[in-house]
Every structure is written in structure tokens, then in C-alpha cells.
């Protein structure tokens, strides 16, 4: 089954719905999220995606990532897809948001406004197989150093995004004591 996911304007504003495979091999605009989990260590989860995955696959990337779905708000469809690809739940908080086109393989395009939001979690996820292969706790030192080694090893919007991620996290960390959105 192929999703349908939402197309967006420039504004962030619904124009429309195609299927996730349409949206990638054509480059549309569209909306989608990124989930930071982090540790009582400030230690971030990072997946390893599933070898299968239609792109991007076996790469290392943030703790959980996918698209906004009709019928649904972005921040319900990203608590439901942590769980189902992580197998926690944890409160959210939306951190920014960002806009960024690149190619990948297999001859799609991702182009997407990416929401990025962030939670707290100190247990052991429980995978699923067909989103993620692996998954471990990294410091940001870590990633960095392991970003300039192996920038390979990672997907190209958890490159991109990583250096605002912590930026944002730093500012955002000491005015939020079990914040929420959900």
C-alpha cells in the first residue's frame, strides 16, 4: 500500500494529497516531520532504517522521521509514528522547522518542510523491523565526530539538520521541564 500524504505551498498551506511514491519520484512539496528523543545522559536516539526502506536505506538518522497524513494534525500523526516505529511514547515539543530539497538514491527527490520536534525518553525502544534495523544512543560529540568520518553512514536531512537541532535544543532545554504538545 502506498500512503497518501500532504502536498504543501510555499506557505506550509495544504494544496492537495498524492501518494508517497508520486511525491518522491516527482519532487513535490510536501509535509513531513523529524523526532529528536533524547536521554538523562544528553544522549540523542538515533535508528539505523531498515535495509528494505525505498530510500535512504540502512543509513543512521534521527530517532524517527515520516510524512503528515490527511485527517490528521501533524503532532498527533508524529506521536503515532514514534510508537509505531520505536515502539515508546513520550511527550513532543515542536522545536522549528525547515525547508530543504536533495536528491537521493534510487532517482527520488525529497522535498519537504520538515517539522522538527523533540521529546524525552529514558528506556530501551523496542524496533520495528520494518522501519528500523538497529538503534543507539549517541552523544553529539559522537555524531559529530562520526558525521565527519562517515558522513555517508547518515540521511541526508539528519545532516542537514543536526547543527539546528542542537542549537534549538540548547535554547529550548532549560525552558522546558516536561513540555508537551500532545
Same mark, same amino acid.
Given at each position: 500500500?502506498?500512503?497518501?500524504?500532504?502536498?504543501?505551498?510555499?506557505?506550509?498551506?495544504?494544496?492537495?494529497?498524492?501518494?508517497?511514491?508520486?511525491?518522491?519520484?516527482?519532487?513535490?512539496?510536501?509535509?513531513?516531520?523529524?523526532?529528536?528523543?533524547?536521554?538523562?545522559?544528553?544522549?540523542?536516539?538515533?535508528?539505523?532504517?531498515?535495509?528494505?526502506?525505498?530510500?535512504?536505506?540502512?543509513?543512521?538518522?534521527?530517532?524517527?522521521?515520516?510524512?503528515?497524513?490527511?485527517?490528521?494534525?501533524?503532532?498527533?500523526?508524529?506521536?503515532?509514528?514514534?510508537?509505531?516505529?520505536?515502539?515508546?511514547?513520550?511527550?513532543?515539543?515542536?522545536? &522549528?522547522?525547515?525547508?530543504?530539497?536533495?536528491?537521493?538514491? *534510487?532517482?527520488? $527527490?525529497? =522535498?519537504? /518542510?520538515?517539522?522538527?520536534?523533540?521529546?524525552?525518553?529514558?528506556?530501551?525502544?523496542?524496533?520495528?523491523?520494518?522501519?528500523?534495523?538497529? &538503534?543507539?544512543?549517541?552523544?553529539?560529540?559522537?555524531?559529530? *565526530?562520526?558525521? $565527519?568520518? =562517515?558522513? /555517508?553512514?547518515?540521511?541526508?536531512?539528519?545532516?542537514?539538520?543536526?547543527?539546528?537541532?542542537?542549537?534549538?535544543?540548547?535554547?529550548?532545554?532549560?525552558?522546558?521541564?516536561?513540555?508537551?504538545?500532545?
Amino acid at each position: 500500500m502506498d500512503p497518501i500524504i500532504s502536498l504543501i505551498d510555499e506557505n506550509d498551506t495544504i494544496k492537495g494529497f498524492a501518494t508517497k511514491s508520486d511525491v518522491h519520484k516527482k519532487g513535490l512539496l510536501h509535509r513531513a516531520f523529524s523526532i529528536f528523543v533524547m536521554n538523562d545522559k544528553d544522549e540523542l536516539l538515533l535508528q539505523k532504517r531498515a535495509a528494505d526502506k525505498y530510500h535512504s536505506a540502512s543509513l543512521w538518522t534521527n530517532t524517527c522521521c515520516s510524512h503528515a497524513v490527511p485527517g490528521e494534525s501533524l503532532q498527533t500523526t508524529a506521536y503515532i509514528r514514534l510508537k509505531e516505529e520505536m515502539g515508546f511514547q513520550c511527550n513532543l515539543r515542536w522545536l &522549528f522547522s525547515f525547508r530543504y530539497r536533495a536528491e537521493l538514491d *534510487n532517482g527520488l $527527490v525529497e =522535498n519537504e /518542510l520538515d517539522h522538527v520536534f523533540f521529546g524525552f525518553f529514558d528506556g530501551i525502544p523496542v524496533i520495528n523491523p520494518k522501519e528500523a534495523s538497529a &538503534f543507539k544512543w549517541m552523544s553529539f560529540d559522537a555524531i559529530k *565526530n562520526d558525521m $565527519v568520518k =562517515n558522513p /555517508l553512514n547518515y540521511t541526508v536531512w539528519f545532516r542537514l539538520i543536526f547543527d539546528n537541532f542542537i542549537e534549538h535544543f540548547d535554547k529550548s532545554k532549560e525552558h522546558c521541564n516536561n513540555c508537551t504538545i500532545l
